[in-house]
């Protein structure tokens, strides 16, 4: 922390909650694509993304620009879900470009401003069309921390600060996570099959098709074929959250895609609002919108400010450098740099898809490990979160964007730091 940075008014004034404040101890001010500066002006590389929330960078031009002419042109920011011109440009948009090229005939619901809402937002639809109340969900599972996502969700924090108890939700281990692979699909075919299972039918499966703050586990393209054959047999809902995995994270749009796999639901945030504006979105077969006007409500349903946002994003996604770009990083990070990190020590773990990369050291140190690798890159210039059971795994996750020598150079930070601290 810079000597004369000024943190009182936030230790005098900011609740106990706050979190990543305490991991990067600095006063941001600034931040351009994969770049973030302090009011001191130093300057780290971004490989956090605001937690999957800039795909494409920090302040990139194009998005900016729009925002500023929509703002000065006194176009409306605040009109509930009031139709507007915004988000008809949004919806048509998102509809032609994403929905239609990938033949998902999806209707959109705006969902409050955060993630958990969308999941809160799916929770109860499921029930709704599928008049059941159990739902199954994954070990290692993260899916926010309102009640309702926090009863889906595996980690023991995010549990304990429920503050009761939430019941409904089947556990299974997801297919591949630290204590080795698991025949999720046996146990689920168990418990849906066996008359005596001791299970009711629930109405969905809630799943990431990467588990990302659940430590970087990439779920095999054959296991959610036949989780939605298994699904569908059983009249059980599929819903994919790609929240963080989603909007291009993992090499495609959406997360499930390179399995083939059409889920029934979808749950959509991040950085599907462009550069850090809040929107989430719930995806539903058009046969799943048994919704009657107004059953899920809220004042901050799609914002005006997001979809110019969001759709200025798109022009983004589908333009070719961007797409030859993520095509080159994800290469990068998957070949060449991820056998780097592999090459460091053979106790280290390391896991990813597209443009998120794990290095996992509960073997090689442990949390201290992870702990110290993150404070010395931070101290080095580099921004990088810790996710996984018991923080141990390192989450390169930079905006999508990034030139590839920032990536190269923030990972040569990563990889000294392990090398000393492992
Ligand atoms: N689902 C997933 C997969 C997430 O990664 C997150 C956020 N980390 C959420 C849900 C919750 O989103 P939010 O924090 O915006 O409520």
């Known amino acids: ?32 694509n994969a770049e973030v500066w302090d009011e001191q002006g130093r300057k780290w590389i971004d490989f956090f993304s605001g937690a999957g929330t800039l795909n494409y960078g920090h302040n990139p031009p194009s998005i900016q620009k729009k925002l500023v002419e929509y703002i000065s042109s006194d176009g409306i920011v605040h009109a509930l879900d009031s139709y507007t011109v915004a988000k008809r440009e949004f919806l048509a948009r998102f509809g032609k470009d994403v929905l239609e090229p990938r033949g998902l005939d999806f209707k959109v619901q705006c969902c409050g401003p955060t993630g958990a809402n969308s999941v809160e937002a799916a929770l109860k639809l499921v029930r709704r069309v599928t008049g059941r109340d159990g739902v199954i969900a994954f070990s290692g599972a993260y899916h926010g921390m309102s009640l309702g996502a926090a009863s889906i969700t595996g980690a023991k924090s995010t549990r304990r600060a429920r503050g009761v108890s939430v019941g409904h939700t089947t556990f299974v281990p997801y297919p591949v996570g630290p204590m080795g692979e698991f025949d999720s699909l046996g146990l689920l075919r168990h418990q849906l099959e066996d008359l005596s299972s001791g299970v009711e039918l629930p109405a969905a499966v809630f799943i990431e098709s990467v588990q990302m703050d659940g430590g970087v586990y990439v779920a095999p393209e054959g296991f959610l074929r036949e989780l939605r054959a298994l699904c569908d047999k059983h009249q059980v809902l599929l819903v994919v959250d790609d929240i963080q995995a989603g909007c291009g ?76 770009h993520l095509a080159a990083l994800s290469a990068l990070l998957q070949g060449e740099l991820a056998a780097r990190f592999k090459a460091l020590n053979s106790r280290l773990e390391v896991r990813g898809i597209g443009g998120v990369l794990g290095v996992d050291v509960r073997n090689a140190g442990g949390e201290a490990a992870a702990a110290a690798v993150g404070r010395a890159c931070f101290e080095q210039g580099l921004m990088i979160e810790r996710c996984g059971r018991e923080d141990t795994v390192l989450k390169v996750l930079p905006p999508l964007s990034i030139p590839l020598d920032q990536l190269r150079a923030g990972c040569a930070i990563l990889e000294g730091e392990l090398k000393r601290v492992t």
Not at 1 to 27: C, G, I, K, L
Not at 288 to 304: L, N, S, Y
Request: no cysteine; charged share 20%; proline share 6%.
């Open 1 to 32: 922390m810079s000597q004369t940075s000024d943190t009182q008014p936030f230790e005098r004034w900011e609740s106990n909650v706050r979190s990543y404040s305490r991991a990067f101890p600095a006063v941001f001010s600034r931040a351009k």
């Open 249 to 324: 994270r993992s090499g495609k749009f959406f997360s499930f895609e390179r399995a083939g796999i059409t889920p029934d639901v979808v749950t959509v945030s991040k950085s599907i609002g462009g550069m850090g504006l809040p929107m989430a979105l719930l995806l539903m077969k058009k046969a799943h919108d048994v919704w009657k006007p107004g059953e899920h409500t809220g004042t901050f349903r799609g914002h005006q400010l997001s979809f110019v946002a969001a759709t200025a994003a798109l022009d983004l996604w589908t333009s070719a450098p961007f797409q030859s």
